[in-house]
């Protein structure tokens, strides 16, 4: 485009502006960024860039100039402005060096202006103008989708995560020079088409954890089962070694396979994160993530000067692991509370608001007392009272309501770690819970997406309309609800246990040993926490 303006002195100047698209990520979305280019400007020889750029982008002048002149073009000899627009929407990191570089060529017209408005382009420049890969390309490639470009133009290796997408054509060029050469028509590249049926692979048989592994904890292992089959969360409770943490990591093996659109949130959220597709996240699984206690509250829910996802939603759609959960912060538990309830997490900041999914399976572990081994049948327990109290006391009744089921994991005794006689397979498991997740699909069928398809997840007139009890189971659950002293928000995750359990054993209605076993699950909110 050039531009014709005559200043007060009369003379004439010749101002051209190039025009291209990028996108900004703004949680695990993209937004569509217009980056324009005015080069030929009078006055001293600057670069001046806007639109509320973070000092990554910033940065970008000496990587973009290097680029070009390392590539054979000429850098601009006059003032040149950088407009990333709209101004009101934050931008970060280097992900602005290629549209950047195409827009200023184009307004020098060395680059193909009427290609540039098609693509969506985004990409970090080295100094040599070789392209390097970015975060959030699978979140820009749903842009492109959305409102009808014709691709997007990427790094090679970060090409793999956007040809994902159905129905956008993923150019990758691996430097600047391949990007002008392709918008003008030299050169020939042909869009990346990923099959996702064979794109992903599961994990190598090196790599793979099993059930079987595991020796005894039989009452834990049956929790774990309904836990997964109904998308339930678990508190385990147990001694130092009686194989808490060695059962929550075998989980992933015995969940049903994530639907190609689950798989797409998740690796969305994590190309938002900034991990790019390859090696262990092509694997085709829920993710898992074992957050250290030392955890902050922003690392955890998310957050930031410019927001983004924390471990709550890179366990989107997968496990959240929290060990040693007393020794977690206070505020850091809390903020729990909403993601575990509503399914997403809301995170305000000056940057902006912005929500984020938090669809998650949360298992806890635990000690009963600091030393960890009080009820210990072989190890005596040298905590006082009192210090028993303030550790438990850590964990808020409100949390513990959100757990739908807490289960002890005693110590194993000698024999039962020398059996040799392997466990059941988490192959026969996963067998067991698709069977009763296929279940919870039928049954919810049209009332939502197919990640939301399960008994935890049921709202209140789901819970009256697919929980029915008698008279008699009734006066039980009420019974047991005085006696334990527990909140109304358990009464209804009672229900969905027992949901779930007759679900396991091909049951239409619930039964009283059913309804008992799922009592059961929350006998221990009182005993050991009060």
Excluded: W
Aim: with cysteine; charged share 25%; proline share 5%.
């Amino acid at each position: 485009m050039t531009i014709n303006y005559s200043e007060h002195n009369n003379t004439i100047i010749e101002a051209m502006i190039g025009i291209t698209q990028s996108a900004a990520l703004v949680g695990v979305d993209a937004h569509l960024v217009q980056v324009e280019a005015n080069t030929g400007e009078s006055g001293e020889l600057k670069f001046i860039l806007v639109g509320l750029p973070d000092a990554a982008v910033k940065e970008s002048q000496d990587r973009v100039f290097s680029a070009m002149a390392n590539t054979g073009f000429r850098t601009p000899a006059t003032r040149t402005t950088i407009n990333l627009a709209p101004g009101s929407l934050r931008k970060e990191g280097p992900a602005y060096d290629l549209p950047i570089a195409l827009a200023i060529l184009a307004s020098m017209k060395k680059c193909e202006v009427a290609e540039l408005d098609n693509f969506i382009i985004a990409g970090e420049l080295s100094l040599s103008g070789r392209t390097r890969p970015v975060k959030g390309c699978l979140a820009m490639a749903m842009l492109a989708k959305q409102i009808g470009k014709k691709g997007l133009i990427v790094p090679t290796d970060s090409a793999d995560e956007s040809a994902l997408v159905e129905g956008v054509a993923v150019y990758p060029v691996s430097c600047l020079d391949e990007a002008v050469r392709f918008l003008n028509h030299e050169q020939i590249i042909e869009p990346i088409r990923a099959k996702q049926s064979t794109f992903f692979r599961t994990a190598p048989a090196s790599q793979r954890t099993d059930f079987s592994e595991v020796k005894g904890q039989y009452a834990a292992r049956r929790a774990v089962e309904i836990a997964v089959s109904g998308g339930h969360n678990l508190l385990m409770i147990g001694s130092p070694g009686s194989g808490k943490s060695m059962i929550a990591k075998r989980i992933p093996t015995i969940m049903p396979e994530p639907h190609v659109d689950e798989f797409l949130e998740i690796l969305s959220i994590q190309s938002a994160a900034g991990t790019t597709l390859s090696g262990e996240n092509r694997y085709f699984e829920r993710p898992f993530r074992s957050p250290h206690h030392t955890i902050s509250d922003v690392g955890l829910l998310g957050g930031g000067t410019i927001p983004g996802p924390g471990e709550v939603s890179l366990a989107h759609n997968g496990v959240l692991f929290l060990d040693e959960l007393p020794e977690f912060k206070r505020s850091a538990l809390e903020v729990l509370r909403q993601p575990l309830e509503d399914g997403q997490v809301s995170i305000s900041r000056s940057a902006g608001k912005i929500t984020l999914p938090s669809r998650l399976m949360l298992i806890c572990a635990m000690n009963p007392c600091p030393c960890g081994y009080s009820g210990d049948s072989t190890r005596e327990c040298r905590c006082t009272v009192p210090q028993i109290q303030r550790y438990r006391s850590k964990i808020s009744g409100p949390l513990l309501d959100r757990i739908d089921l807490h289960i002890e994991a005693p110590s194993l005794r000698i024999g039962e770690l020398r059996n040799s006689k392997p466990g059941e397979r988490s192959s026969v498991i996963r067998a067991r819970c698709k069977a009763a997740r296929s279940i919870q699909n039928k049954r919810f069928e049209g009332t939502g997406d197919s990640s939301e398809r399960c008994n935890a997840r049921m709202s209140h007139s789901q819970i009256s309309e697919h929980c029915i009890i008698n008279k008699e189971q009734g006066d039980l659950l009420q019974q047991a609800m005085e006696h334990l002293a527990l909140s109304a928000r358990a009464y209804d995750r009672i229900l969905k246990v027992a949901r779930t359990i007759a679900d396991l054993a091909g049951k239409e209605r619930i039964e009283t040993a059913h309804l008992l076993e799922a009592i059961q699950y929350r006998s221990l909110d009182r005993n050991l926490f009060y």
